[in-house]
């Protein structure tokens, strides 16, 4: 939820304090979310070191922009769980999927989501590309919106066109 709300959040509390207060504070931050995880699994710290590293970035070089690469680090964590989740042919799409039906899927079902990981690798890789584009614009209306609503808005797309495909193509075939 932090990372739908952290473009917002840290532009307006950059209106009210200098770089170095709100890099402190996003550090305070991560640190607690850290702790209070008590994380077992590199993937369960993976976020909050994401939080902690940004912040001391921007603290050591007084820069905005290092406080921008966030969403863009995790977006990067995300194309690099499922690119190797392709390889270990347990992707993470399929693991949502098993959380999500009622029912056990059928073996043409999980091998359908398989293969359905590489259009999500896309995705995320055009997430990727977009994410970079923005900070290239070096416009912060354009920065806030993206990384708050408009990668999740790719993601939520994605899924409607991932709805479609099984609907009217993959459940047809059978």
Not at 13 to 31: H, N, P, Q, R
Not at 51 to 59: E, N, S
Not at 83 to 98: E, M, P, T
Not at 156 to 170: A, E, K, P, T
């Amino acid at each position: 939820m932090f990372s739908f709300l952290y473009a917002p959040v840290v532009v307006v509390l950059l209106s009210y304090f200098d770089i170095k207060t709100v890099s402190l504070g996003i550090l305070v931050f991560g640190v607690l979310w850290l702790l209070v995880l008590r994380p077992k699994t590199i993937k369960t710290a993976l976020f909050p070191f994401f939080y902690i590293l940004v912040a001391l970035g921007a603290f050591l070089w007084d820069d905005f922009l290092v406080l921008k690469f966030l969403p863009l680090l995790i977006s990067l964590a995300f194309l690099f769980f499922l690119i190797i989740s392709q390889f270990d042919n347990d992707s993470v799409i399929l693991q949502f999927a098993r959380k999500i039906h009622k029912r056990a899927l059928k073996s043409d079902e999980e091998a359908y989501i398989n293969r359905c990981t590489l259009f999500w690798i896309l995705l995320a890789f055009l997430n990727i590309l977009l994410h970079v584009s923005m900070l290239l614009l070096k416009n912060d209306h354009y920065w806030i919106v993206y990384s708050s609503v408009g990668w999740y808005s790719v993601f939520i797309f994605g899924g409607f066109i991932q709805f479609l495909h099984r609907q009217f193509i993959f459940l047809k075939r059978k």
